[in-house]
Protein backbone atom coordinates (compact mmCIF):
# COMPACT_ATOMS: atom_id res chain seq x y z
CA UNK A 1 0.00 0.00 0.00
CA UNK A 2 1.13 3.85 -1.03
CA UNK A 3 2.33 4.99 2.02
CA UNK A 4 -0.96 8.99 3.62
CA UNK A 5 -2.88 14.49 5.59
CA UNK A 6 -4.52 16.41 3.20
CA UNK A 7 -7.33 17.54 1.64
CA UNK A 8 -9.44 16.74 1.97
CA UNK A 9 -14.77 14.17 -0.18
CA UNK A 10 -18.09 7.37 -4.16
CA UNK A 11 -18.71 4.39 -4.14
CA UNK A 12 -21.55 4.38 -1.52
CA UNK A 13 -22.70 7.25 -2.82
CA UNK A 14 -22.91 5.79 -6.09
CA UNK A 15 -25.39 3.15 -4.58
CA UNK A 16 -27.02 5.59 -2.15
CA UNK A 17 -28.16 8.45 -4.53
CA UNK A 18 -30.43 7.77 -7.86
CA UNK A 19 -29.10 6.18 -11.70
CA UNK A 20 -29.64 9.15 -14.29
CA UNK A 21 -30.05 7.77 -18.00
CA UNK A 22 -29.93 10.23 -20.51
CA UNK A 23 -29.09 9.16 -24.17
CA UNK A 24 -26.84 6.86 -24.45
CA UNK A 25 -25.07 7.73 -21.55
CA UNK A 26 -26.15 6.04 -17.39
CA UNK A 27 -25.24 8.76 -14.67
CA UNK A 28 -23.79 9.02 -12.42
CA UNK A 29 -20.50 7.96 -13.91
CA UNK A 30 -19.06 5.01 -12.38
CA UNK A 31 -15.32 5.84 -10.98
CA UNK A 32 -12.76 3.72 -13.48
CA UNK A 33 -10.52 1.35 -11.48
CA UNK A 34 -6.83 0.46 -12.97
CA UNK A 35 -5.40 -3.54 -12.43
CA UNK A 36 -2.69 -2.11 -10.74
CA UNK A 37 -1.20 1.40 -9.53
CA UNK A 38 0.88 2.70 -12.30
CA UNK A 39 4.81 4.03 -11.72
CA UNK A 40 4.88 7.64 -10.02
CA UNK A 41 6.59 10.07 -13.00
CA UNK A 42 9.75 11.79 -11.33
CA UNK A 43 8.10 14.96 -13.08
CA UNK A 44 5.59 15.10 -10.58
CA UNK A 45 6.68 16.25 -7.00
CA UNK A 46 4.43 16.86 -3.56
CA UNK A 47 6.12 20.32 -2.86
CA UNK A 48 5.86 21.20 0.30
CA UNK A 49 4.41 18.77 2.42
CA UNK A 50 5.59 15.28 1.67
CA UNK A 51 3.41 12.63 1.42
CA UNK A 52 3.28 10.07 4.35
CA UNK A 53 6.85 10.65 5.89
CA UNK A 54 6.04 8.56 8.65
CA UNK A 55 3.87 5.93 6.87
CA UNK A 56 4.51 2.02 6.49
CA UNK A 57 6.20 0.57 3.28
CA UNK A 58 3.45 0.17 0.61
CA UNK A 59 1.29 -3.52 1.29
CA UNK A 60 2.09 -3.69 4.71
CA UNK A 61 -0.81 -3.07 6.31
CA UNK A 62 -0.91 -4.40 9.95
CA UNK A 63 -2.73 -7.38 10.87
CA UNK A 64 -3.94 -8.95 14.36
CA UNK A 65 -5.07 -12.02 16.48
CA UNK A 66 -8.75 -13.26 15.49
CA UNK A 67 -9.98 -12.43 18.42
CA UNK A 68 -8.28 -9.16 19.12
CA UNK A 69 -10.54 -6.08 19.58
CA UNK A 70 -9.93 -2.39 17.98
CA UNK A 71 -11.96 1.05 18.79
CA UNK A 72 -12.40 2.50 15.62
CA UNK A 73 -12.47 6.44 15.55
CA UNK A 74 -13.70 9.23 12.78
CA UNK A 75 -10.85 12.12 12.70
CA UNK A 76 -11.20 15.62 10.86
CA UNK A 77 -8.96 18.47 11.15
CA UNK A 78 -9.20 22.06 9.00
CA UNK A 79 -7.11 21.82 5.43
CA UNK A 80 -3.45 22.93 5.68
CA UNK A 81 -3.64 23.51 9.64
CA UNK A 82 -0.07 23.64 9.78
CA UNK A 83 -0.74 27.07 7.94
CA UNK A 84 -3.84 28.05 8.93
CA UNK A 85 -4.75 26.91 11.83
CA UNK A 86 -8.26 26.78 12.28
CA UNK A 87 -9.37 29.33 9.83
CA UNK A 88 -10.52 26.96 7.10
CA UNK A 89 -12.36 25.24 9.60
CA UNK A 90 -14.98 27.79 9.97
CA UNK A 91 -15.74 26.89 6.22
CA UNK A 92 -15.83 23.63 7.02
CA UNK A 93 -13.15 22.88 4.76
CA UNK A 94 -11.86 19.47 6.58
CA UNK A 95 -9.41 16.96 6.07
CA UNK A 96 -10.98 13.40 6.98
CA UNK A 97 -8.77 10.28 8.48
CA UNK A 98 -9.35 7.02 10.54
CA UNK A 99 -7.86 6.17 13.34
CA UNK A 100 -7.57 2.54 15.17
CA UNK A 101 -6.73 1.52 18.65
CA UNK A 102 -5.27 -1.83 19.33
CA UNK A 103 -6.82 -3.09 22.65
CA UNK A 104 -4.50 -5.48 23.52
CA UNK A 105 -1.42 -3.75 23.22
CA UNK A 106 -2.50 -0.43 23.18
CA UNK A 107 -1.34 1.03 19.43
CA UNK A 108 -2.79 3.66 17.95
CA UNK A 109 -2.75 4.03 14.02
CA UNK A 110 -4.00 6.67 11.55
CA UNK A 111 -5.06 6.17 8.22
CA UNK A 112 -5.83 8.74 5.54
CA UNK A 113 -6.19 8.97 2.00
CA UNK A 114 -4.87 12.13 -0.06
CA UNK A 115 -2.81 13.26 -2.90
CA UNK A 116 0.66 12.59 -3.64
CA UNK A 117 1.56 15.44 -5.08
CA UNK A 118 -0.98 17.99 -3.63
CA UNK A 119 -4.88 19.28 -4.19
CA UNK A 120 -3.71 21.71 -6.44
CA UNK A 121 -1.72 19.39 -8.77
CA UNK A 122 -4.77 16.74 -8.65
CA UNK A 123 -7.06 19.12 -10.11
CA UNK A 124 -5.49 20.76 -12.46
CA UNK A 125 -3.14 19.70 -15.31
CA UNK A 126 0.33 21.07 -16.26
CA UNK A 127 0.61 22.60 -19.95
CA UNK A 128 3.62 21.70 -21.39
CA UNK A 129 6.44 23.14 -23.42
CA UNK A 130 5.17 21.39 -26.53
CA UNK A 131 1.01 22.08 -25.72
CA UNK A 132 -0.02 19.10 -24.33
CA UNK A 133 -1.24 18.34 -20.41
CA UNK A 134 0.21 16.18 -18.22
CA UNK A 135 -1.31 15.31 -14.75
CA UNK A 136 0.12 14.55 -11.96
CA UNK A 137 -3.20 13.28 -10.20
CA UNK A 138 -3.02 10.24 -8.13
CA UNK A 139 -4.04 9.52 -4.30
CA UNK A 140 -3.26 6.42 -1.93
CA UNK A 141 -3.65 5.55 1.59
CA UNK A 142 -1.29 5.57 4.23
CA UNK A 143 -0.91 4.38 7.52
CA UNK A 144 1.15 5.60 10.35
CA UNK A 145 1.73 4.86 14.04
CA UNK A 146 0.36 7.11 16.65
CA UNK A 147 -2.88 9.39 16.99
CA UNK A 148 -2.18 12.75 17.15
CA UNK A 149 -4.89 13.56 19.66
CA UNK A 150 -4.43 17.65 19.87
CA UNK A 151 -4.43 17.84 15.78
CA UNK A 152 -7.80 15.84 15.22
CA UNK A 153 -8.93 17.53 18.45
CA UNK A 154 -8.30 20.88 18.63
CA UNK A 155 -9.90 22.02 15.54
CA UNK A 156 -11.83 19.62 14.45
CA UNK A 157 -13.11 16.10 15.75
CA UNK A 158 -12.17 12.62 16.92
CA UNK A 159 -14.84 10.43 17.89
CA UNK A 160 -15.03 6.82 18.44
CA UNK A 161 -17.68 5.04 15.57
CA UNK A 162 -16.78 0.94 16.01
CA UNK A 163 -15.79 -1.48 17.82
CA UNK A 164 -13.90 -4.33 15.52
CA UNK A 165 -12.99 -7.82 15.90
CA UNK A 166 -9.03 -8.35 14.44
CA UNK A 167 -10.40 -10.75 11.85
CA UNK A 168 -12.97 -8.05 10.95
CA UNK A 169 -9.94 -5.70 11.12
CA UNK A 170 -7.57 -8.29 8.70
CA UNK A 171 -10.38 -8.38 6.57
CA UNK A 172 -10.45 -4.19 5.83
CA UNK A 173 -6.97 -4.47 5.52
CA UNK A 174 -6.70 -6.71 2.84
CA UNK A 175 -9.71 -4.89 0.97
CA UNK A 176 -7.32 -1.45 1.86
CA UNK A 177 -3.99 -2.82 -0.11
CA UNK A 178 -6.52 -3.88 -3.32
CA UNK A 179 -8.78 -0.35 -2.52
CA UNK A 180 -5.52 1.34 -2.66
CA UNK A 181 -3.77 -0.11 -5.57
CA UNK A 182 -6.70 -0.24 -8.51
CA UNK A 183 -8.79 3.34 -7.12
CA UNK A 184 -5.42 5.85 -7.28
CA UNK A 185 -7.03 9.04 -9.31
CA UNK A 186 -7.60 11.72 -7.31
CA UNK A 187 -10.91 13.36 -8.17
CA UNK A 188 -11.65 16.87 -6.63
CA UNK A 189 -14.54 17.52 -7.80
CA UNK A 190 -18.45 16.85 -7.41
CA UNK A 191 -20.46 17.28 -10.18
CA UNK A 192 -24.39 17.62 -10.09
CA UNK A 193 -26.67 19.36 -11.91
CA UNK A 194 -27.96 21.35 -9.26
CA UNK A 195 -28.15 21.04 -5.17
CA UNK A 196 -29.39 17.97 -3.67
CA UNK A 197 -30.20 16.99 -7.72
CA UNK A 198 -28.85 14.09 -9.87
CA UNK A 199 -25.59 13.70 -9.72
CA UNK A 200 -23.14 13.43 -12.76
CA UNK A 201 -19.33 12.59 -11.26
CA UNK A 202 -18.47 11.76 -7.93
CA UNK A 203 -15.50 12.78 -6.44
CA UNK A 204 -12.87 10.35 -4.73
CA UNK A 205 -10.37 11.84 -2.11
CA UNK A 206 -10.00 11.61 1.56
CA UNK A 207 -13.93 11.97 2.35
CA UNK A 208 -15.22 9.60 -0.02
CA UNK A 209 -12.31 7.10 0.97
CA UNK A 210 -13.22 7.37 4.74
CA UNK A 211 -17.20 6.57 3.38
CA UNK A 212 -16.47 3.78 1.53
CA UNK A 213 -13.93 2.66 3.87
CA UNK A 214 -16.64 2.31 6.71
CA UNK A 215 -19.14 0.81 4.52
CA UNK A 216 -16.31 -2.03 3.64
CA UNK A 217 -15.97 -2.75 7.77
CA UNK A 218 -19.80 -2.46 8.11
CA UNK A 219 -19.71 -5.27 5.80
CA UNK A 220 -16.41 -7.42 7.25
CA UNK A 221 -18.79 -7.08 10.66
CA UNK A 222 -17.84 -3.48 12.48
CA UNK A 223 -20.63 -2.37 15.32
CA UNK A 224 -20.68 1.27 14.32
CA UNK A 225 -22.14 3.51 16.67
CA UNK A 226 -25.23 5.24 14.68
CA UNK A 227 -25.78 7.88 17.09
CA UNK A 228 -22.68 9.51 15.77
CA UNK A 229 -23.84 12.22 13.26
CA UNK A 230 -20.71 12.59 10.52
CA UNK A 231 -20.24 15.50 8.22
CA UNK A 232 -17.91 15.64 4.96
CA UNK A 233 -16.94 18.46 2.91
CA UNK A 234 -17.70 18.45 -1.04
CA UNK A 235 -16.29 20.77 -3.86
CA UNK A 236 -19.44 21.40 -6.31
CA UNK A 237 -19.82 21.95 -9.49
CA UNK A 238 -23.19 22.75 -10.89
CA UNK A 239 -23.67 21.31 -14.69
CA UNK A 240 -26.08 20.70 -17.56
CA UNK A 241 -25.46 17.26 -18.69
CA UNK A 242 -21.71 17.12 -19.43
CA UNK A 243 -20.38 16.52 -22.71
CA UNK A 244 -17.67 14.00 -23.65
CA UNK A 245 -14.61 15.25 -25.85
CA UNK A 246 -12.26 12.52 -26.35
CA UNK A 247 -9.43 11.01 -24.51
CA UNK A 248 -5.99 13.34 -24.64
CA UNK A 249 -5.14 11.39 -28.08
CA UNK A 250 -7.90 11.88 -30.15
CA UNK A 251 -8.09 15.73 -28.55
CA UNK A 252 -4.41 16.68 -28.71
CA UNK A 253 -3.12 14.02 -31.53
CA UNK A 254 -6.02 14.52 -33.92
CA UNK A 255 -7.45 16.73 -35.90
CA UNK A 256 -9.64 18.37 -33.79
CA UNK A 257 -7.03 21.57 -32.95
CA UNK A 258 -9.91 23.99 -32.31
CA UNK A 259 -11.06 22.07 -29.50
CA UNK A 260 -7.62 21.47 -28.35
CA UNK A 261 -6.66 24.86 -28.61
CA UNK A 262 -9.96 25.44 -25.99
CA UNK A 263 -8.75 23.34 -23.45
CA UNK A 264 -4.95 24.27 -23.45
CA UNK A 265 -6.48 27.62 -22.98
CA UNK A 266 -8.50 26.80 -20.13
CA UNK A 267 -5.78 24.93 -18.54
CA UNK A 268 -3.43 27.63 -18.93
CA UNK A 269 -5.40 29.80 -16.67
CA UNK A 270 -4.93 27.21 -13.24
CA UNK A 271 -0.64 27.08 -13.81
CA UNK A 272 0.92 27.50 -10.40
CA UNK A 273 3.92 30.16 -9.84
CA UNK A 274 2.33 32.61 -11.91
CA UNK A 275 3.64 36.60 -11.22
CA UNK A 276 0.85 37.97 -9.55
CA UNK A 277 -0.29 40.53 -12.26
CA UNK A 278 -0.74 37.28 -14.43
CA UNK A 279 -2.44 35.94 -11.50
CA UNK A 280 -4.69 38.57 -11.13
CA UNK A 281 -5.41 38.43 -15.63
CA UNK A 282 -5.83 34.35 -14.97
CA UNK A 283 -8.69 34.68 -11.90
CA UNK A 284 -10.69 37.25 -13.97
CA UNK A 285 -10.16 35.12 -17.22
CA UNK A 286 -11.35 31.81 -15.56
CA UNK A 287 -13.86 33.97 -14.05
CA UNK A 288 -15.37 35.06 -17.51
CA UNK A 289 -15.03 31.33 -19.39
CA UNK A 290 -16.67 29.62 -15.79
CA UNK A 291 -19.26 31.78 -14.84
CA UNK A 292 -20.24 33.97 -17.90
CA UNK A 293 -19.52 31.55 -20.88
CA UNK A 294 -20.81 28.90 -18.44
CA UNK A 295 -17.57 26.47 -19.81
CA UNK A 296 -15.79 23.97 -17.40
CA UNK A 297 -13.35 21.44 -18.55
CA UNK A 298 -12.84 18.44 -16.39
CA UNK A 299 -11.06 15.61 -16.66
CA UNK A 300 -12.79 12.00 -15.36
CA UNK A 301 -11.36 8.37 -16.29
CA UNK A 302 -8.99 10.03 -18.27
CA UNK A 303 -11.17 11.38 -20.86
CA UNK A 304 -12.12 15.30 -21.18
CA UNK A 305 -15.56 16.31 -20.48
CA UNK A 306 -17.16 19.93 -21.08
CA UNK A 307 -19.32 21.02 -18.21
CA UNK A 308 -21.97 23.68 -19.31
CA UNK A 309 -21.98 25.27 -15.93
CA UNK A 310 -25.23 26.48 -14.19
CA UNK A 311 -26.38 28.68 -11.61
CA UNK A 312 -24.86 28.23 -8.66
CA UNK A 313 -21.96 27.40 -10.62
CA UNK A 314 -19.56 26.22 -7.40
CA UNK A 315 -20.09 25.72 -3.86
CA UNK A 316 -19.07 24.33 -0.69
CA UNK A 317 -20.85 21.88 1.12
CA UNK A 318 -20.50 20.16 4.12
CA UNK A 319 -23.16 16.97 3.91
CA UNK A 320 -23.72 14.34 6.08
CA UNK A 321 -23.76 10.89 5.74
CA UNK A 322 -25.10 7.70 8.41
CA UNK A 323 -22.72 5.10 9.26
CA UNK A 324 -23.12 1.68 8.75
CA UNK A 325 -25.61 -0.20 10.67
Same mark, same amino acid.
Given at each position: ???????????????? *??????????????????????????????????????????????? +??????????????????????? %??????I???????????????????W???????????????????????????????N????????????????????????????????????????????????????????????????????F???????????????L????????????????????? +???????????????? %??????????????????? +?????V?????????????????????????????? *??G
Amino acid at each position: MAAATGFSVLALAVIL *LPLVQSGNQAWPMPYKRLASRPPQNPYCQAGVVPFCPTGRAPNTMPH +FKPTDQLYVYAMKAPVWEFKFGD %RLAKYHIMHDAIGFHHVQSGANFTMEWYELYQLFNCTFAHVLKNDTLFWCNQGAACIYNGIDEKHWKQNGTLVKVADMSGDVFNQFANWTEQDNNTGVYYETWTVRSKPDGPLWFDSWECATWVIRAFAAMGKFGAKFDTSVHLNYTRMNIYSKEPVLLGNASTI +FNGTEKKLANEVLKFY %RLFQSHQSMPHLIESMLAA +FWETVVEGKFYLFYNEQYWMLPIVQPHFKLTYEGYP *LPG
